[in-house]
């Protein structure tokens, strides 16, 4: 079956450091690939997304790239700030007649000033 | 726009007691979903809709009944609460799954 695997958290950064969150992920066909965001105490939000090989989504300043050879979808950022702190989570999307994602287990993001 | 909105925004049951989580969304999406969050497993699929009047199983449907009787509406109910359905439950609806706030359900 599909699955995504990102790195464990809690990653703890400085404010304006080089944020990477990686993600891989196993699926049959080609999967449409997502990050979301959940912030304390809210639902996840649609940060980027890529549909297809090489794409790559971007928002907010965040990047990722759909990567087919290593089955990867890494989360980047520049400079991160104290508001980017909350869970990121990647997932992915094999359609199938309905939008059914498979979520990773999620990533916390700790920026401190 | 409200986007998708679910009520209650928090309960407490002991066990054996039923409820229903309602999720309410103003975008004409098809598509409805109820997912489970839980500490260190991410999200899991509860049960999925894909259009008024119809729905179906997702990962861990047991324990769960759904009803889509309008296209703007999915319920979610427990019939028996058990401890093991302690979690925070989110309602979602769309291609690109717009997320409500959520229900932090405890019992007890």
């Known amino acids: 079956g599909n699955s995504v695997t990102q790195m464990e958290g809690p990653v703890t950064l400085s404010e304006e450091a080089f944020l990477t969150i990686n993600c891989t992920y196993t699926?049959?066909?080609?999967?449409?690939l997502f990050w979301y965001v959940q912030y304390p105490g809210e639902g996840l939000q649609l940060l980027l997304k890529?549909?297809?090989?090489?794409d790559k989504g971007s928002n907010k300043g965040f990047e990722a790239t759909y990567r087919k050879e290593t089955t990867s979808f890494h989360l980047e950022k520049g400079s991160v700030q104290v508001s980017d702190s909350a869970v990121y989570f990647c997932?992915?999307?094999?359609?199938?007649?309905?939008?059914?994602?498979?979520f990773g287990t999620g990533t916390k993001l700790q920026v401190i000033p | 726009n409200a986007g998708v909105t679910q009520t209650p925004k928090f309960r407490v049951l002991k066990t054996g007691q039923s409820m229903t989580l309602l999720c309410a969304q103003d975008?004409?999406?098809?598509?409805m979903y109820w997912y489970r969050q839980d500490p260190g497993m991410g999200l899991r699929l509860i049960h999925y809709?894909?259009?008024?009047?119809?729905?179906a199983k997702g990962e861990v449907p047991d324990g769960y009944n759904v009803s889509r009787l309008k296209k703007q509406n999915f319920l979610l109910g427990l019939e028996s609460a058990a401890p093991s359905q302690t979690s925070v439950y989110f309602c979602?609806?769309?291609?690109?799954?717009?997320f409500g706030p959520g229900t932090r359900l405890t019992v007890l």
């Open positions: 979602a609806s769309g291609d690109e799954q717009f």
């Open positions: 699926a049959t066909g080609y999967p449409s």
């Open positions: 890529a549909t297809k090989a090489d």
């Open positions: 997932a992915l999307s094999a359609g199938g007649g309905y939008q059914k994602v498979t």
């Open positions: 975008m004409n999406h098809e598509y």
């Open positions: 809709s894909v259009g008024e009047g119809t729905t």
